[in-house]
């Protein structure tokens, strides 16, 4: 059974995030003219405006670096309360803002090694594939 | 409609403009009316609020309605356009504007019309029924709109929205980097309570014990209900004229002597996590300073916007008050209380007072410069900072007691 979800943005560029998803692949757009990469989706580079975007394979790799865990219902009953999020920064950089899968609070630690994982998901547009964070690896050789 | 922008700081524009009234609804006695809800309770709305404000304001001033040529009206959540607004107030304003809503921007753009001879004296007016009309800040109805910070929308499918999450995760990552217990932050909340437990309007006045903080319940974990601010219906009024005017009238003016702005570009999760707008408030902190001619150091007391605890701490940071990470222990050791270093949000906040989107912090200013805050007053208090941060601009504002 697909977890049920809120809904997603889509649209232009939000529809090629999640086809890559569906995919199991974890893509962000990359500009070609400055070099950086832009989360969420953009139409132009958010750092030079360019609409020279290409979606970039990502590792998958990252760490937590924040996390909150909802004790109110924002969304009328759609998701179990307590509710885990977590801020992961990719090893290519940019944020990314998820959910633990296989792990929870209280033992969401600063710090820790994730490594990005595909869960079944439905919203009111249908079924997508949503990219949540399992317990990964500790860095080989320093981060 | 179209909204009046904030015209850029710049010296010339320094103290060209200053309050001379002030008004504000009842804070306190109105949220206990719409929490009992007694027979023939009515909800307040925003003619109904926005009306008893400017009245008070305009008996505060010493001015009649005659005086008013200009109007300007702010409402986050809807309201009249100025000119229905004008005739329900019973003004004839030459010049009347809609202008923006949370506290900053407001001002400056009445400062420079004032300056240039738009119009002579503004009423300002802001109202709001959040609590009326059952506001709730997140949540699937919080839809993808134009201009709005993608952090607000776009996390859905992760079940991740609301302000106060903003406030969580910045929280969390600063415990991690400054090993800050919850219960340190308890000290913050205790602080703006203690403040609002000597101001009559203030919402909440019990004082609060850290036992207290911590027993109560979480929102958005780590936060707790008593980290987050007080969604809550109400106006506020300010009259605005020129310094000339400004001296045959009967209170101190309290003259606007600086602003600035600053936008988070990008990397908006980085600079709120990691970096707590900090670069946002040393660029808009520098254009407003510069702008009034003056020091952060001779800034007397500092009323910060209080969205949540940790952000009053952001801000206090994030100016350059004292160094990141040392706001806590600040704040504990008296520095924001009002004999201490900088006193901040002396009338009890958002947090305790009343979430009236940074327009009561200005009114509170008002009261201080004016040397009329009572048990509350900071001694000689003559320069003084206002700050609107949210989770992706800085809009400090300051503010400097005129002579009459």
């Known amino acids: 059974m697909p977890e049920r979800r809120p809904d997603r943005a889509l649209g232009p560029g939000h529809n090629d995030f999640w086809q890559w998803c569906a995919a199991s692949e974890l893509r962000l757009q990359r500009c070609a003219t400055c070099g950086e990469l832009s989360w969420p989706v953009v139409a132009t580079c958010e750092f030079c405006g360019s609409t020279d975007l290409a979606w970039e394979h990502m590792s998958g790799r990252g760490r937590v670096i924040a996390w909150t865990t909802f004790e109110r219902d924002y969304y009328a009953g759609t998701l179990p309360i307590p509710w885990d999020t977590i801020l992961v920064e990719l090893a290519e950089g940019p944020l990314f803002l998820s959910n633990p899968k296989g792990f929870s609070w209280p033992d969401i630690t600063i710090g820790m090694p994730v490594q990005v994982a595909f869960v079944d998901c439905e919203d009111s547009a249908g079924p997508f594939r949503l990219p949540v964070f399992e317990r990964g690896q500790e860095a080989q050789g320093g981060d | ?404």
Not at chain 2, 254 to 276: F, P
Request: proline fraction near 6%; include cysteine; charge should be negative.
């Open chain 2, 1 to 404: 409609m179209p909204q009046a922008i904030m015209p850029p700081p710049s010296p010339g524009l320094s103290r060209k403009a200053a309050i001379v009234g002030i008004g504000e609804t009842d804070y306190h006695t109105d949220y206990q009316a719409a929490r009992s809800r007694a027979p023939g309770y009515e909800a307040p709305s925003v003619e109904s609020l926005s009306l008893a404000a400017f009245e008070r304001a305009l008996a505060d001033s010493g001015l009649s309605r005659a005086d008013i040529d200009g109007l300007s009206v702010s409402f986050t959540f809807g309201g009249p356009p100025p000119m229905e607004m004008a005739a329900l107030l019973e003004i004839e304003p030459g010049f009347a504007i809609a202008n923006g809503n949370i506290m900053a921007g407001p001002l400056p753009v009445v400062c420079a019309a004032i300056a240039e001879g738009k119009a002579r004296t503004v009423a300002m007016i802001f109202a709001v029924a959040s609590r009326s009309i059952g506001k709730q800040f997140g949540g699937a109805s919080d839809a993808m709109a134009e201009g709005m910070p993608a952090s607000y929308y776009y996390f859905h499918p992760w079940g991740w929205s609301s302000q106060a999450a903003h406030w969580a995760l910045m929280f969390s990552h600063y415990q991690a980097t400054y090993n800050v217990r919850e219960e340190d932050l308890a000290a913050v909340a205790m602080q703006v309570r203690r403040h609002a437990s000597a101001t009559p309007q203030a919402v909440m006045q019990t004082p609060m014990t850290s036992t207290d903080y911590m027993a109560s319940r979480y929102i958005v974990r780590p936060l707790h209900l008593f980290d987050i601010c007080l969604v809550n219906d109400g106006a506020v009024c300010l009259i605005v004229t020129t310094p000339e005017r400004a001296r045959d009238l009967p209170h101190a003016p309290v003259e606007v002597a600086g602003w600035g702005e600053a936008k988070i570009r990008n990397r908006k999760l980085d600079t709120m996590v990691r970096q707590r707008l900090r670069p946002q408030m040393q660029e808009a902190g520098g254009q407003a300073l510069d702008m009034a001619g003056v020091a952060l150091a001779d800034i007397q007391l500092f009323e910060g916007y209080d969205a949540s605890t940790i952000h009053l701490i952001n801000q206090i940071e994030g100016f350059g008050f004292v160094e990141p990470g040392a706001g806590i222990d600040f704040c504990k050791d008296g520095g924001m209380a009002v004999d201490g270093r900088l006193p901040t949000n002396t009338g009890g906040g958002n947090l305790s007072g009343s979430y009236m989107q940074g327009w009561s912090q200005v009114a509170n200013v008002v009261r201080q410069l004016r040397h009329e805050a009572g048990a509350q007053q900071v001694a000689d208090a003559r320069l003084a900072m206002t700050s609107l941060v949210q989770t992706d601009q800085a809009h400090p504002l300051i503010f400097a007691r005129g002579e009459n």
